[in-house]
């Protein structure tokens, strides 16, 4: 149990039938998670305000609220504590804090943003560091994993009072290292303040999320700001290929390590071998070189691993342990993860979801396909639409036949999400279907395949879930995928 005078120390509050002695037994932000004992903290969020919530929050057994006013109606709640403060946002950070007993004094925090590759690079990381005998734990869009246990994750980047709890896990369980995955959202929204992190890297940045930043400034500000919060002594990893890099070189105090192909880096890729089963490279580093060999495929990953060598070069990890974890390390969940049943041709599912990382993964399989490219793919509803008609010039230039299909449609008409898809494919491109129906889309793309074709099935990923109106619905592309295959190859075998 925290009192309030411990966890309210100097900051300026004001308290309503309580005294500082009071013992509370929980912090909570969101009303619907209330439980008895708890200080429900209302906080103004972008779309709603948490004082909106209090009376719902008493309900469900807050034991006091803290609040920067008293509601205006207090018939019904004339009984309630309170703890009056100027602004609960600012607040917020050092409650989660104190109330988990400051966990990030015993931690070290490596943070990855960018708009595509974060994960990948992530898990390339938490493995290096698992290598050279570190304790890592690591949070982002797949799963949280946490000593020897594995969560499934709820965001790529969790809120704070979330994320204390977790980080007061990790000490628990002896980690020292914690890979983090930051969302944009996340870091315009202040989750992760507070927290000084020792690397911060940036894999790339383009289009993404413009339905929540509105313009591309304010997405790049955004993720500009973990790199504004780095102090001297922290590492800055920046893609030197990225056409934002001097915008963020300008934006950090903290010592800079490059990498790149194309533009001289501290961490450079050359002898570049690229195939379907993998990858063989060199990098160039400031302490000599790196014989690579991988089994992940494609330009974009070659980019995932110089993030990943320059954050363990950062750590102080030799390269021959780098080296070594790179070389074992198989594939992440749904990025680029081949499907096999025995079936005669190449079948990929990949969470691509943006243009970029479309086009990333389409022109590297094109140069390595001999056959045709089959894509499956659609864009999830209520979110980003500027990327639809982009995503359909993608498409239409570079898979040789398209299948658009139903992603997370959620409260839009699907129907017209792949409309809007359709109005980017280039003029007199006719070599596509719309099967707004998944399973039904994905059964059309297995049909009928060549021995050099590659069908590509994009958007979703690692998820095992379809939203459609406001309901959740079991779907995994892996496992329809997997059983479509595994009919088709079992009746031929027969």
Do not use: W
Not at 436 to 458: C, H, Q, Y
């Amino acid at each position: 149990m925290n009192r309030v005078e411990e966890l309210f120390k100097d900051i300026d509050y004001k308290l309503i039938r309580l005294t500082p002695d009071f013992s509370i037994g929980g912090l909570c932000c969101d009303s619907r998670t209330v439980k008895d004992g708890d200080l429900f903290i209302a906080v103004k969020g972008c779309e709603q305000d948490g004082h909106d919530y209090i009376k719902e929050a008493i309900k469900k057994g807050a034991a006091a609220i803290c609040s920067t006013r008293l509601p205006k109606d207090l018939k019904d709640i004339e009984n309630t504590r309170f703890i009056i403060v100027k602004d609960t946002t600012k607040i917020l950070p050092i409650l989660a804090s104190r109330f988990f007993g400051k966990p990030t004094r015993f931690l070290k925090f490596i943070g990855i943003t960018g708009t595509n590759g974060k994960t990948t690079t992530c898990y390339l990381v938490y493995e290096i560091l698992k290598n050279a005998k570190k304790s890592p734990s690591l949070l982002g869009t797949i799963q949280y994993r946490i000593g020897n246990k594995n969560i499934d994750s709820f965001n790529t980047t969790p809120g704070l009072l979330p994320l204390h709890s977790f980080f007061s896990e990790m000490r628990e369980n002896g980690s020292d290292y914690v890979v983090m995955e930051l969302s944009s959202h996340a870091l315009k929204q202040g989750r992760v303040k507070g927290i000084d992190f020792n690397i911060a890297a940036l894999t790339n940045i383009t289009g993404d999320h413009l339905d929540y930043h509105r313009t591309m400034l304010d997405y790049v500000k955004s993720k500009r700001l973990l790199f504004e919060s780095l102090k001297n002594d922290s590492f800055a990893i920046l893609n030197h290929d990225d056409k934002f890099y001097k915008e963020f070189i300008k934006s950090t105090r903290g010592k800079l390590i490059s990498y790149g192909i194309n533009e001289d880096s501290d961490f450079k890729a050359t002898d570049i071998k690229l195939d379907i089963n993998g990858s063989r490279f060199v990098i160039n580093t400031p302490k000599g070189m790196i014989n690579v060999k991988t089994h992940l495929i494609g330009l974009h990953n070659i980019y995932n691993i110089l993030a990943a060598t320059s954050i363990s070069f950062a750590v102080g990890i030799d390269f021959e342990v780098i080296r070594d974890a790179i070389a074992r390390f198989g594939h992440v969940a749904g990025r680029l993860e081949s499907i096999e049943v025995g079936q005669h041709f190449k079948v990929f599912i990949d969470y691509a979801h943006t243009h970029d990382a479309l086009e990333k993964i389409l022109s590297m399989l094109k140069k390595l396909c001999n056959g045709k490219i089959i894509l499956v793919f659609g864009c999830g509803g209520n979110r980003d639409r500027t990327k639809r008609p982009k995503m359909g010039r993608i498409a239409s230039s570079l898979a040789d036949y398209v299948i658009l299909t139903d992603d997370n449609p959620r409260e839009e008409d699907p129907e017209a999400i792949l409309s809007e898809i359709e109005k980017g494919f280039q003029r007199g491109f006719k070599s596509y279907k719309k099967i707004p129906d998944r399973l039904k889309a994905i059964e059309e793309a297995l049909t009928n395949r060549e021995l050099s074709d590659i069908v590509l099935i994009a958007g979703k990923g690692h998820e095992d879930y379809q939203i459609i109106g406001d309901r959740k619905f079991p779907f995994n592309d892996k496992k329809v995928a997997e059983k479509i295959l595994g009919t088709a190859t079992l009746a031929v075998m027969k």
